[in-house]
């Protein structure tokens, strides 16, 4: 039976079981393309996702719809993207993304202390530039850049310039 068997499949077993160097450095090669292709990819897609200037212009709110030492939120560039527009005590406008940058949790503004506060782990952003104030945010909040035009204020653009807070 086992003759039958090697007849009916003449394999050459030694020679199947070992494997050439060839072979070994094809693998090697489509392995490495792979992993270069895999992090050109990774790569790529991580430069898509980070926030660009350059979004279509969105109108916040109007001027007089908002007093000073307020806040009001809104959504920038996309639909689930908070953000918050303060007003602050002085009459002037800042705006900035509402996601803390250490564990996203939303900032709420605090106009006794004209700052953004994340009540997760207590830390702190300056209102007037989003640099970091308190606690364990690594960078300063992203600032969205804001006009007045015709009376209201309008989302123009996220400031994506590095800040170490
Ligand atoms: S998530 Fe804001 S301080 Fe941790």
Redesign the pocket.
């Known amino acids: 039976m086992d003759d039958q068997l090697k007849s009916d499949f003449p394999i050459d077993w030694e020679r199947d079981a070992t494997v050439s160097r060839r072979e070994f450095f094809k693998f090697m090669t489509a392995a490495s393309g792979g992993l270069v292709l895999g992090s050109v990819g990774l790569a790529v897609w991580a430069t898509a996702r980070r926030p660009r200037t350059g979004f279509a212009a969105k109108k916040i709110v109007h001027v007089e719809s908002i007093g000073p030492g307020t806040s009001i939120g809104f959504a920038y560039p996309g639909e689930r993207d908070l953000c918050l527009l303060i007003r602050h005590a002085d009459g002037s406008f800042t705006a900035f993304t509402r996601r ?6 939303p ?1 709420d503004y605090e106009p006794d202390r004209d700052r953004l506060y ?6 702190a952003f300056s209102a007037r530039d989003g640099r970091v104030l308190q ?3 690594p960078q300063a909040l992203l600032r969205v850049l804001i006009e007045e035009r015709d009376g209201a204020i309008w989302a123009v653009g996220l400031d994506e310039r590095k800040s170490d807070g």
């Open positions: 803390c940058t250490h564990l996203s949790c900032v994340c009540p997760c782990h207590n830390g606690g364990p945010p």
